[in-house]
Each structure stands twice: as C-alpha cells, then as structure tokens.
C-alpha cells in the first residue's frame, strides 16, 4: 500500500519518532487527511502485508495524538478547515464512529468516542456551528492561533523530506534518529508503538511465573492451617466417625460408629430444635438410642491424641434435654474444611458501576440547562441528546423570568439496574425573589465505556 498524500507520510514519520507530536500539533493540519481516516477506520481483517498494517496504525496514532489532544477544538477533532461544507465534516465523522464503535475499537481507542460526538454536536447545524465560532472568536482573542489553526512553537523540528515540505518521500529511518535532542516531557515513546523484543518477553514471562507462585504461596498460607499449630482449626476441632442422627421426644442424640476408635468424650447439651428437617412419622417411633431409621455420615475420626480432651461431665437430671455424646474438645471452633468451603463458596465482588458519578452527571446536566453561554459538557451518549438538551435549555430559559439562581431536585427516585439507570422526581428552580418553575424531570443514564452517560432528558413544567 502506497502512502496517498502529506498526511498519511506525516503519520509514518510521527509512528517512528512520537516524540515529535508536540511540533506536528503546532502545525497545521496537512493535506490528504480524508484518506488517512479511511485508513484507520479500515477493519483490522483487511491488511494483510506488514506495509499495510504499519500504515493503519500509524494512520490511528496520528488521529489519537493530533486530532484528539486536549488543546483540539472541534473543527481539529474531526480534521476539516473552518470553512469545510457540512458534507465532508459528516463524512469525517462517520468514519471516525465508525472506528471508534464500541464493537470494533479497543478499549484505549474507544474512550475517544465521546469526544468526537460533542464536537460533531458543534458543527452538526447552522446554528450550532454559528454558536461554537463565535466562542472561538472570543476566545481567540486572549490566546489568539497562528493560521490554519496551528499553534505557536519556539522549536522548530521539522522532519527533513516530509515535513514542512509537502509531497515529500518518507525519510530514511536513520535521518529520523539523527533528529534534535527533545524535553524530557516528549521523549517518553510509547510503548504500543514498539514490539518487545526476544529479552523483554522473556523478562515479562518470568515476572509472572514469579508473581503467580507468590500469589499461589500466599493462598496457601491463609486457607491451609498448619498442623504443629495446637490452636489451628485442624487441632482444635474433631472430625466426627460414622454418626448416627435420629430425633425422638424433640432431640437430637449423635451415637459414635462402635467400629471406629473410642476418643475422649464430653457432654454437651444441644437445642431441642434439629438443624436438618427431619420427618414426623420417623420422629414418632424413635427409641432412646440409634435405630435404622437413623441417617449415618461416614467421616474419618481423629485420634485421641490430637487433642486435649475434657473430663466427662455428669449424667442430666432427669426431666432436662438429652444430652449429646460428641468426641473430645469444644465444638465452637469449625473446622478447617467447613473455612476453606466458605471461602471458596463466597462470590467474586464484580465491579460495579459508580453511583457517585451518575449523581454527579445530573448535577451537571441541571447546572448546563441554567446556564446561558456554555458548551454542551462532555456527558452525552449521542449527538441527537445533545440536540434535545439544547432545545430543552432554550426552551426553559425562554420562560424564566429573572436570574434563577439554583436547580433544585424535589423526592428524586433512583431506578438503578445493571449498566443503567433512571432519575424521577420533581424540581424546582428557585431565585433570590423567590421559586421561578417547578415540574417533574426524568434523566436516564447508560454505562458505557467505564462512565456514566445520559441518554434522555425530560421536563415536564
């Protein structure tokens, strides 16, 4: 694939050398920029040759780096000129959605998209675009651009044979290394750009064999008690032998295995309540001692020795609870096997949305409907909500009568379910003369791309 025009070459050359972004960024935009964006909105299936893989990542580290730096207004984000008709800007910005669509873009390129879609909000109407220059006229005047929207520099470190000059050859790799020394600010190279090589990915692969032998290790440690520990779960609690169960008169009576080792026993008494259901017509003709209606549980017994065992203690009075025959040691303490289970029974934490976030997202939504000279925040999941919300504010803004002073939320109700959510309740816009509107509000948020997002806005006064 062979490059088509300033922009693609500029791309290659800021692929191999990122350290000059901030110089291509205090340029004007070059010229051929329909057909870099062509490239890097191509499906990832469609390069098959090295050349042509290197061409569309560099066509989309161009876009991320120059288009959608911090300091880009909207006409630079979706790479136009000011006066560019409103057919090329809606097909820049279909192929920018198009590659930054949540189910083609990963997760690093896909935080841009709502970037593009404000400033596609911007320049979308007449009217809006009308709007967006003459901020840009105003504030142009404090901090005024050099033309063509570039930016001033103090260093100029042009690359030689394609920058400034325009339908120059891409240069030698060994004329970009001989290229200025640059700020430690702009020397770092992404790491994305760069293949590891045979050592690195040897290194990575052997950090994590380490880390997951700690881990392992760690684990280990925590869940499995130690066997010389006399206060360990193992030590402190028996494992029963073959037990027999069985419930008359409202008890319950534990009977060891007569063929399994006699431990040193205690008497404890237990609640008349059984902890297992068991039937009423099995409950009815049990004996005082086992029978074969009784449910046995085979587990093997723990010697005698492996733990202090106590004194038996007197038989009951006559007339109490029946007593339950249980081996040695007190039973409060669970067993290591009963932990670990619990352990490994208890749910993954699954990340859940921020809370806090979609409250702060209202917030500002109502303070945008007050306010009378700002852009659309950043916080909508579509460019046709951004339309609604302004129809909306000037609606609202229109009936106000005054300065209103606060936006106030009357018995919100939150609906929150997984990766959405929903505000009702009342409002009431107040001043310092007094309340100015009320009515009812309903705002619905989506979680995409790890924030909260509003999706619909409605007032009704």
């Not at 560099?58 to 790479?79: H, P, T």
């Not at 609604?388 to 209103?404: D, F």
Request: net charge neutral; hydrophobic share 45%; aromatic share 4%.
């Amino acid at each position: 694939m062979k490059p088509a025009g300033d922009a693609l070459a500029v791309a290659l050359a800021l692929l191999r050398a990122p350290g000059l972004r901030a110089t291509v960024r205090a340029r004007p935009l070059p010229d051929g920029l329909g057909d870099l964006l062509a490239v890097a909105a191509s499906a990832d299936g469609a390069a098959h040759s090295t050349e042509a893989r290197e061409l569309r990542a560099a066509a989309r580290f161009f876009v991320e780096q120059i288009l959608f730096a911090d300091d880009s207004d909207a006409y630079r984000i979706l790479g136009v000129p000011r006066d560019a008709e409103p057919a090329l800007i809606r097909r820049h910005y279909r192929l920018l959605a198009s590659w930054l669509h949540p189910d083609r873009a990963a997760v690093g390129a896909a935080v841009f998209s709502s970037t593009l879609n404000v400033a596609f909000a911007r320049l979308r109407t007449d009217q809006a675009r009308a709007t967006y220059d003459a901020q840009l006229e105003r504030r142009s005047s404090s901090s005024p651009e050099l033309a063509g929207g570039a930016r001033p520099t103090e260093v100029d470190r042009a690359v030689p044979g394609v920058w400034p000059r325009r339908g120059g050859p891409v240069p030698h790799p060994a004329i970009l290394r001989q290229r200025t020394a640059l700020p430690p600010e702009e020397s770092a190279i992404l790491w994305r750009t760069r293949p590891l090589g045979g050592t690195g990915l040897r290194m990575l692969a052997g950090g994590a064999i380490v880390l997951c032998a700690a881990l392992i290790w760690i684990d280990t440690r925590r869940t499995v008690p130690s066997e010389s520990d006399p206060g360990s779960a193992s030590s402190a609690h028996p494992r029963l032998t073959d037990v027999a169960f069985a419930a008359p008169s409202g008890t319950i009576s534990l009977v060891p295995n007569p063929d399994a080792p006699a431990p040193a026993a205690a008497v404890i008494e237990v609640p008349a309540r059984a902890a297992v259901p068991v039937e009423p017509t099995a409950l009815a003709g049990a004996p005082d001692g086992p029978s074969s209606a009784a449910l046995r549980i085979g587990v093997r017994p723990v010697p005698p020795d492996a733990a202090p065992s106590r004194p038996a203690a007197p038989p009951p009075e006559p007339g109490r609870a029946r007593s339950t025959a249980v081996a040695a040691t007190p039973p409060s303490v669970p067993p290591a096997a009963s932990v670990t289970a619990e352990r490994a029974a208890a749910p993954t934490r699954a990340e859940t949305p921020d809370a806090a976030q979609a409250s702060s997202r209202v917030q500002r939504a109502m303070r945008y409907l007050l306010e009378s000279d700002t852009p659309p925040p950043p916080i909508w999941n579509a460019p046709d909500v951004v339309d609604e919300v302004i129809r909306i504010r000037s609606a609202l803004q229109g009936r106000l009568t005054g300065s209103p002073a606060r936006f106030e939320l009357e018995a919100p109700h939150w609906t929150v379910i997984p990766d959405q959510a929903v505000l009702r309740g009342g409002y009431r816009i107040a001043a310092d003369t007094g309340t100015l509107e009320t009515g009812h509000i309903r705002i619905a948020l989506v979680w995409r791309e790890h924030q909260w997002l509003i999706s619909a806005l409605q007032m009704e006064p």
